[in-house]
Nanobody, 122 residues
Framework: QVQLVESGGGSVQSGGSLRLSCVNS??????MGWFRQAPGKEREGVAA????????AYGDSVKGRFTISQDNAKNTLYLQMNSLKLEDTAIYYC??????????????????WGQGTQVTVS
């Protein structure tokens, strides 16, 4: 059964840091990504790691502050979030794509999604 389980969300003050984790149930993926959705807004791509070489891509609003990484031995995807801002408040979702994504930060290429974890910056 394909499963993605996020953890690590919580409440943090502006300027603080959080690290999100996403464990997959061990299936092979082409791309893994983090997305977020704030109240009243559309879901947006935050970061992705893709292709065999582990290339990364980031949304403009998080470049220089967030870092995506993965530990293949643990089947775990991470999102290190530094210098958090009020506008980073959202539900963060982990997603997996089984085939190549032409745009790794676009949600249409992803097949499986986690349940989401809340991040609140105050």
């Amino acid at each position: 059964q394909v499963q993605l389980v996020e953890s690590g969300g919580g409440s943090v003050q502006s300027g603080g840091s959080l690290r999100l984790s996403c464990v997959n149930s061990g299936f092979s993926t082409s791309s893994m990504g983090w997305f977020r959705q704030a109240p009243g807004k559309e879901r947006e791509g935050v970061a992705a790691i893709y292709d065999v070489g582990g290339r990364t891509a980031y949304g403009d609003s998080v470049k220089g502050r967030f870092t995506i990484s993965q530990d293949n031995a643990k089947n775990t995807l991470y999102l290190q979030m530094n210098s958090l801002k009020l506008e980073d408040t959202a539900i963060y979702y982990c997603a997996a794509a089984l085939s190549h994504c032409y745009d790794p930060t676009a949600e249409y290429g992803y097949n499986y999604w986690g349940q989401g974890t809340q991040v609140t910056v105050s």
